[in-house]
Every structure is written in structure tokens, then in C-alpha cells.
């Protein structure tokens, strides 16, 4: 025995499939790992190897030179081949890239103390109980070789081990202990946390380390080992939103198509980094895989990951054709923090096979509805009102009346595809509550590129289309517009009509109570102080502004009553023309009524009409007096 321990011996490879120890004595053993071959000696592996011993003993009774297969060795011909070096004496460098092939197949050959001190499963299992655990560097690169003889290191407790090891390191602060800063390159740190400098604390204190120091070391592992890795640190009480960044930076690692959206300008955020995967690319089945993970393992709570991402996984998750459930909570998640959503994000193409529309309606509607059902529940969705019956804004009503100008804005964008049924545009644009829209102009600006993108629709369509809006909450911009809007129909032109000449009234009656203000400040100023030159001259310039922008609104109203005056006229001419002699059936039939003192339409009752007054009034009587006669 000692004899073959004290020779300095080599494995060296003459054929591809062969390997010969070089003592100088003849191989009286062939043990066959896989595809190899290794001739050696018979005595020193039986005296460090239990199942080498048996197997020895076994072949020996039948021929002088045996012949032994080791079939399923973990690590296969390479660790065998370390195995066979250390049964001859041969030191070996034990490092963490081998520790845990040599550890199971030293428990699989049975090298335990009986067969002589100090052997292979004592060292295997020191080294990595006092280097590598030690280490977070070695303790990854430890469960990394893992992978391929993962029965043997979950029977050994070496994957549990090195996960718990990892597990520690990242859920506590890495400042406190100066890990890893050491391991990535940095200096190392006294007790204290100041810098050491060649063993002397220099009295500096290193920069601190953000929390998400280990996410790419974690992207490294294979998806089974991550996943145990990620429990494990959950059952630790690490924060939901590191699990949920590290979730993230391994996502955006292997899953390619979240990139597809991805601006220049988000390269500069660390929750945004370029892919970093190396080798070949998963396929798209291990894809779908990762991507159902990644929402078992992603909490469901707002705000933990960016809103840009999850509309990735959403995206991705409908190319892959992953599980209904795994798009169901995706859209959840999204729904949970849609007011942080951008109009690019909603604009998600829609990959059914049917291609009934070009982008993807129905989710966005799934999406919306789940945020109104999460604002109903947190009791956001309460609007305040005055006394004067407007709405009073609040923090509370700011979320939802974002999602409004988004939903808006969406609809706009997907009115010009033909192909988007009515009753489908309908049900999104009435699914945002009217208190969200302190204006409507967005959704009249969505309404009418509808209209003009399909012209075919009836007319009875197109005023239950123009119903969605309230023409009281258009601005004076979109009044004007839409009372030139040919596509709009007559009834909803005069209303908007109607609503923008009150606007203009409002709007001239607080410009004479403010210069009723400003005449009685300035009077009230003079019998006091006196006025100066330069102050009459101010107050005469603010009287011309005054006065050209109050003509300007008269104007306005000129013509506006001119306008309603020849309406007046042209639905008179359609009363004739199918035998109406009264202007209230002509009413009755386009089904409106001129509430305002310029706009009432009761000709049955002409004595009655004390109410009504100015210039409409006047034009509607000699309407009427001609013809009569």
C-alpha cells in the first residue's frame, strides 16, 4: 500500500477513450466510467473505497485482470478521475467548482474513514462546510454544478446548504459585514466598517451597497435552483419588492421579447438593463415555462414593479400563448396601477388568431375593469360636489381621472380601425365613470375620428355614439368645432349650440361683475390715496381690454344666434315640405326643445310666450306670421 502511495504518478491520456497510470508496473484493473477506460491498480483503490472493494473482490474470482463498470458515478469520467488521483495519494485541489462532484461520488464509492483516515468525504465535506459556504462567490458557484447530480446533492443536503447560505447573505445588509464588497473587487473593512489598508483602518468608510447587489449573481442559476432559492429567501422575511427586483432582472434575462417596446431612454435605469444572457436563448416552450414562474412567484401588489414591465409579461405572455390564468393576473397587476400607464403600453397589438381588430381591445376593457373594482374597494371613486353641482377636485378622484385621459386617448387611437365594432368602442368609452372626465373633450375628439372612419353608420347610431359625451362639459375650443362638425348629428349640433351660448353668457356676465369690481376698487383707492398719472393710465388700458374682449364675446353671440336663426329657418322648410303646420311637431320630431329665452319652440301657445325674448324670438314670429298668411 505504501508502496503505490509513495510513487509520483501521473493519469495521463494516450487514446481518446483510454487512460493508464504510469507507475511502471502493470494494470490488473479496468474500470469503465461511461465512455472511458481507466487501467489501474487494484490495491489502491479497494483500500480507499468500500464499493471498490466489493466490486474487486467480486470480479477478481473470475480472471486475474478484472474488469469493473462504475455506470452511474456523479460527475462522471472527470471526477472519477480525481477520485482515482487521491486513491493513489495525489493531492488534489479541491475548489468549488469541483467540491460537490467529489462530495457525492465520495459518498457514492463509500470513501468514508473506515477505509483510511483523513479520506475523501471528511475533506470534501470540510472544505465545503468552511470555504465555501463561507463565501457567497463559492457558495454559488458550489450550487450551480449542482444542476447535473441534483439527486445526489439533495440526498447530501448540499443544495439546501448552499441555498441557505446565499439566502443569508442577500437578506442581510452586505454594509455590515463588508460582503461583498470584498468578493466584487472592493476593500476590505474592520469591524467598524472603515477601510482597511494593509491590516491598519485608515478611518474611511467604504460606499454603501444598494440591496440589489446579488441579482445578477441570482440570474446565473437554472430556474428550478432559483425558484428554491426565492423561497427560501421569502421564508427569511426578505421585502417584497427586492424579491419582486430580482424577479425582474432574471425576466429580463431570458425573456427577449420584453424588449421589443424598450426606448433609448431606458437604458439608463437600473430596473431597465439591456439583455445580459449568454449562450444559446431559450426556447419558446422554456419560455412559457419561465414566464407561468414568474407569475406564480411575483407577488400581486401595486406598485412593486414597473408598469412598463408587467405590460411586457402581458405582451409576452400572448405571444407565448401561456395559460389563461398566467394573462388573467397579469392583467391584475396591471389593472392594480393602470393610472401609471402610458398610451404606448395600452397599445398592445392583438395576436388571436381571428385578427378581428388590430390591437387588443378586449384586454384593455379586462384591464380598466379591474382598476375601477380595486378604486371601488379602496373608496377612491367618491366624487364631492359644491353647492353649484361641480365637482370639487380632490387627491382621491387624481388616479381615476388619469385613467380617464388615458382611456381617452386609447380610444382615439383605435377609432380608425374599420374593423372595431360600435357596440365595442361603446362599451370601453361608458366604462369610465362621468365624474372622471371633468371635460369631454377627449372622448368627443375619439367619438368623431369614429365617425369619420366609418361613415356608414346610421343616423339613430350615431346619436347613441354622440350620447356617451356631455356636451355641457365640452370647452368652448370643442364647441366651436363641433358646431361646424358636419359628421355630428343636427340634434347634437344644437345642443352644443345651446350649452356654448350659455358658456358665452357666463363668460360675458363675469367679465362685467369684474369690471363692476375693478370700476369700484379703483374708486374706493382714489377717495383714499388719490391717483397718480400712471395709475389712470393702467386703469384706461384695462378698460380697453375689458372692452375689446366683451365685443368680441357680443360678436360671438351675434353670430351664434344668426346660426340658430337660420336652423330655425331650414327645419321650418323641412316642416313644409311634409305638411307641418306647427313648429312643435317639427320639434317633436327631431326630439329637442331650445330651453334658453333665444330658443323656444311652443307655437300652439303664442299668447303664452311671455318668457321669450331678443332677437331668435322676433325671427321665430315672423316665421310664423308668413306662414300663416
Known amino acids: 500500500m505504501y508502496y503505490y502511495i509513495s510513487l509520483c504518478i501521473e493519469l495521463s491520456m494516450h487514446v481518446i477513450s483510454c487512460r493508464f497510470c504510469t507507475t511502471g508496473l502493470p494494470s490488473d484493473v479496468v ?47 472527470k471526477t472519477f478521475e480525481l477520485v482515482a488521483k487521491f486513491c493513489y495519494g495525489v493531492k488534489l485541489e479541491l475548489t468549488a467548482s469541483n467540491v460537490v462532484y467529489l462530495r457525492c461520488a465520495a459518498e457514492h464509492l463509500e470513501m468514508t474513514e473506515e477505509y483510511g483516515e483523513g479520506n475523501l468525504i471528511v475533506q470534501t465535506e470540510t472544505f465545503l462546510n468552511q470555504v465555501v459556504l463561507r463565501n457567497w462567490k463559492d457558495s454559488l458557484r458550489a450550487l450551480q454544478t449542482c444542476d447535473e447530480i441534483i439527486s445526489y446533492a439533495d440526498e447530501l443536503n448540499i443544495t439546501k446548504r448552499c441555498i441557505e447560505s446565499l439566502a443569508m447573505k442577500a437578506s442581510t445588509d452586505p454594509n455590515l459585514f463588508g460582503w461583498p464588497m470584498m468578493e466584487h473587487g472592493g476593500p476590505m473593512q474592520s469591524p467598524g466598517g472603515s477601510v482597511l489598508w494593509n491590516g491598519i483602518s485608515t478611518g474611511a468608510k467604504p460606499k454603501n451597497t444598494s440591496s440589489d447587489w446579488w441579482y445578477e449573481d441570482a440570474s446565473n442559476l437554472s430556474l428550478p435552483l432559483y425558484k428554491r432559492l426565492i423561497s427560501v429567501m421569502e421564508s427569511r422575511g426578505i421585502r417584497q419588492e427586492i424579491i419582486a427586483g430580482s424577479l425582474t432582472f432574471y425576466a429580463k434575462r431570458y425573456l427577449p421579447g420584453l424588449y421589443r417596446r424598450q426606448g433609448a431612454n431606458d437604458s439608463n435605469s437600473s430596473t431597465c438593463l439591456a439583455p445580459v444572457a449568454s449562450g444559446a436563448p431559450l426556447s419558446e416552450e422554456d419560455q ?156 368627443y375628439r375619439a367619438i368623431d375620428i369614429y365617425l369619420k372612419s366609418h361613415p356608414w353608420l346610421s343616423e339613430s347610431d350615431r346619436e347613441q355614439l354622440c350620447r356617451l359625451m356631455d356636451c355641457q362639459k365640452l370647452s368652448l375650443e370643442a364647441c366651436t368645432h363641433a358646431a361646424q362638425n358636419e359628421r355630428l348629428p343636427l340634434r347634437i349640433v344644437v345642443q352644443v349650440l345651446f350649452f356654448e351660448q350659455l358658456q358665452l353668457r357666463t363668460s360675458i356676465a363675469g367679465c362685467f361683475l369684474v369690471s363692476d369690481n375693478l370700476d369700484g376698487s379703483r374708486q374706493l383707492r382714489s377717495g383714499f390715496t388719490g391717483s397718480t398719472e400712471g395709475g389712470w393710465a393702467s386703469a384706461v388700458r384695462e378698460n380697453q381690454v375689458l372692452k375689446v374682449g366683451m365685443d368680441n364675446m357680443r360678436m360671438r353671440v351675434s353670430e351664434l344666434e344668426k346660426e340658430c336663426s337660420n336652423m330655425r329657418q331650414e327645419i321650418e322648410k323641412l316642416g313644409r315640405v311634409k305638411g307641418s303646420s306647427t313648429w312643435g311637431n317639427v320639434s317633436k320630431k327631431f326630439g329637442f326643445k331650445l330651453k334658453s329665452q333665444m330658443c323656444s319652440a311652443q307655437e300652439d301657445s303664442v299668447s303664452n310666450q311671455k318668457n321669450g325674448s331678443g332677437k331668435i324670438e322676433k325671427l321665430k314670429g315672423k316665421a310664423q306670421e308668413k306662414h300663416k298668411s
Open 31 to 77: 474500470v469503465e466510467v461511461g465512455e472511458m477506460s481507466f487501467h489501474l491498480h487494484k490495491f489502491p483503490l479497494l483500500s480507499r473505497s468500500g464499493v471498490m472493494e466489493r466490486l474487486i473482490a467480486e470480479a477478481s474470482d473470475e480472471e486475474e485482470k478484472c474488469s469493473i463498470c462504475l455506470p452511474d458515478i456523479p460527475g462522471g469520467a
Open 288 to 443: 412559457k415555462i419561465l414566464l407561468e414562474e414568474i407569475d406564480r412567484l411575483l407577488p400581486i401588489q401595486k406598485g412593486l414593479v414597473p408598469t412598463k414591465f408587467l405590460f411586457g409579461l402581458l405582451r409576452t405572455a400572448m405571444i407565448l400563448r401561456a395559460s389563461p390564468s398566467c394573462i388573467s393576473n397579469f392583467e391584475k397587476r396591471i389593472g392594480l396601477q393602470l393610472d401609471k400607464a402610458t398610451l404606448e403600453d395600452l397599445l398592445m397589438p392583438n395576436f388571436s388568431y381571428s385578427m378581428e381588430t388590430l390591437y387588443n381591445v378586449d384586454c384593455v376593457q379586462r384591464i380598466l375593469e379591474h382598476f375601477l373594482a380595486m378604486d371601488q374597494i379602496t373608496g377612491g371613486a367618491s366624487p364631492c360636489s359644491a353647492d353649484d353641482g361641480q365637482i370639487i377636485g380632490s387627491p382621491s378622484l387624481t388616479p381615476i381621472t388619469m385613467v380617464a385621459k388615458l382611456i381617452d386617448g386609447y380610444l382615439a387611437e383605435v377609432a380608425p380601425d374599420v374593423n372595431l365594432k360600435l357596440p365595442k368602442f361603446q362599451a370601453l368609452a361608458a366604462s369610465v365613470p362621468d365624474y372622471a372626465r371633468p371635460l369631454d373633450d377627449g372622448l
